[in-house]
């Protein structure tokens, strides 16, 4: 197998961190049509996988066409004694190692338009020329989380931290800005019925961040310029049985994952309609696919279930809603 080659220019620069590992960018594939890279290490906590994640992430773009929501090329896998580290660790911090590492096309920024907006919105006023100009803000990617509304702590009535790394844009601020949420909606619907119904998997933790298009017509315009939705993430992602166990991994690791999602019955109207929305979107997409691609099963009983998924989230909305309360106001 070739391996995928690379080029730096200066050391890497640390752009993100997770559970998994650290994320390095500065990287570059000559090949064809030359493309930014991130390095993903496998040096987070413990338990976690990126080759699974590069399995999950490649079979993603491989068998998918989301026609809403971006999904990062997946390039190439590294393991600890792949010969490109000779090449690598020297632009990493000192006492960095060899381990596994995967390749993948770089989510690029949102705008600067888009950042001075954020921080115009809501950065202290005494931090925004810090944020604005600071390096590491520079690597802005914005979290949607459409299930979620902003509320402080009632222990901090002010916010005492800004950054604008993976920035957290509840669903009242993205609607104090006008911005696309019907559209968000819909797409993170159609991305959530494809990884269940196509990829088979549960979608465990994946997330869902606003960044700079990739050159496409349908990129979204706003108050915060040019910008696309991208789905990434999928070391947490573990394959779903098409019966009742399938259901109950996908209501788990919706509840279980951040507030991307809108939620069922809402508390207003706005909400309600968006859950509304996402719903009819997630079943439209997930019938058109049990019924081209029954994988050998039948395609009556996967249209069922594909409307029990959703029924199944419905009825944990309560307990799991307690959870995440109560986990939300002990941070």
Same mark, same amino acid.
């Not at 620069?13 to 030359?34: F, I, Y």
């Not at 800005?177 to 993170?188: G, I, T």
């Not at 069922?264 to 996402?278: A, M």
């Not at 997409?285 to 019924?291: A, K, M, P, Q």
């Given at each position: 197998?070739?391996?995928?080659?690379?080029?730096?220019?200066?050391?890497?620069?640390?752009?993100?961190?997770?559970?998994?590992?650290?994320?390095?960018?500065?990287?570059?594939?000559?090949?064809?049509?030359?493309?930014?890279?991130?390095?993903?290490?496998?040096?987070? #906590?413990?338990?976690?996988?990126?080759?699974?994640?590069?399995?999950?992430?490649?079979?993603?773009? +491989?068998?998918?066409?989301?026609?809403?929501?971006?999904?990062?090329?997946?390039?190439?896998?590294?393991?600890?004694?792949?010969?490109?580290?000779? @090449?690598?660790?020297?632009?990493?911090?000192?006492?960095?190692?060899?381990?596994? !590492?995967?390749?993948?096309?770089?989510?690029?920024?949102?705008?600067?338009?888009?950042?001075?907006?954020?921080?115009?919105? /809501?950065?202290?006023?005494?931090?925004?020329?810090?944020?604005?100009?600071?390096?590491?803000?520079?690597?802005?990617?914005?979290?949607? /989380?459409?299930?979620?509304?902003?509320?402080?702590?009632?222990?901090?009535? @002010? !916010?005492?931290?800004?950054?604008?790394?993976?920035?957290?844009?509840?669903?009242?601020? !993205?609607?104090?800005?006008?911005?696309?949420?019907?559209?968000?909606?819909? #797409?993170?619907?159609?991305?959530?019925?494809?990884?269940?119904?196509?990829?088979?998997?549960?979608?465990?933790?994946?997330?869902?961040?606003?960044?700079?298009?990739?050159?496409?017509?349908?990129?979204?315009?706003?108050?915060?310029?040019?910008?696309?939705?991208?789905?990434?993430?999928?070391?947490?992602?573990?394959?779903?049985?098409?019966?009742?166990?399938?259901?109950?991994?996908?209501?788990?690791?919706?509840?279980?994952?951040?507030?991307? /999602?809108?939620?069922?019955?809402?508390?207003?109207?706005?909400?309600?309609?968006?859950?509304?929305?996402?719903?009819?979107?997630?079943?439209?997409?997930?019938?058109?696919?049990?019924?081209?691609?029954?994988?050998?099963?039948?395609?009556?009983?996967? +249209?069922?279930?594909?409307?029990?998924?959703?029924?199944?989230?419905?009825?944990?909305?309560?307990?799991?809603?307690?959870? !995440?309360?109560?986990? /939300?106001?002990?941070?």
């Amino acid at each position: 197998m070739r391996l995928l080659t690379l080029e730096t220019s200066g050391p890497l620069e640390r752009v993100g961190a997770g559970h998994c590992g650290s994320v390095w960018g500065n990287l570059t594939s000559p090949e064809a049509d030359p493309i930014p890279v991130v390095i993903k290490r496998e040096d987070g #906590a413990p338990g976690r996988s990126l080759r699974n994640e590069f399995l999950v992430q490649s079979q993603v773009c +491989s068998i998918t066409s989301l026609e809403q929501v971006l999904v990062p090329s997946c390039l190439d896998f590294m393991e600890n004694q792949d010969p490109r580290w000779c @090449q690598i660790l020297p632009q990493l911090p000192d006492g960095s190692q060899g381990c596994n !590492a995967m390749l993948s096309e770089k989510i690029q920024p949102v705008s600067i338009r888009a950042r001075r907006t954020l921080i115009e919105n /809501y950065c202290p006023d005494e931090l925004r020329d810090h944020i604005l100009n600071s390096k590491e803000n520079r690597h802005c990617l914005v979290r949607v /989380y459409l299930g979620r509304k902003r509320l402080l702590n009632p222990k901090q009535r @002010q !916010a005492r931290f800004f950054s604008l790394r993976n920035f957290p844009l509840h669903i009242n601020q !993205a609607e104090e800005m006008a911005l696309p949420c019907e559209s968000y909606a819909k #797409a993170m619907a159609e991305a959530l019925a494809t990884l269940h119904w196509k990829v088979r998997t549960d979608a465990a933790d994946v997330e869902f961040v606003l960044g700079s298009p990739r050159g496409d017509p349908e990129a979204n315009t706003s108050a915060l310029g040019e910008h696309s939705l991208w789905m990434l993430d999928f070391d947490c992602s573990r394959p779903i049985q098409a019966d009742d166990s399938g259901l109950t991994a996908i209501a788990k690791a919706f509840w279980g994952n951040d507030p991307y /999602y809108p939620r069922p019955h809402g508390t207003n109207g706005r909400s309600q309609k968006l859950w509304d929305i996402f719903s009819a979107e997630y079943q439209r997409v997930g019938l058109e696919i049990v019924r081209a691609y029954p994988m050998g099963e039948n395609p009556e009983r996967l +249209s069922n279930l594909v409307h029990a998924a959703i029924g199944r989230i419905e009825e944990t909305h309560s307990h799991s809603q307690s959870l !995440a309360i109560a986990k /939300y106001f002990t941070q």
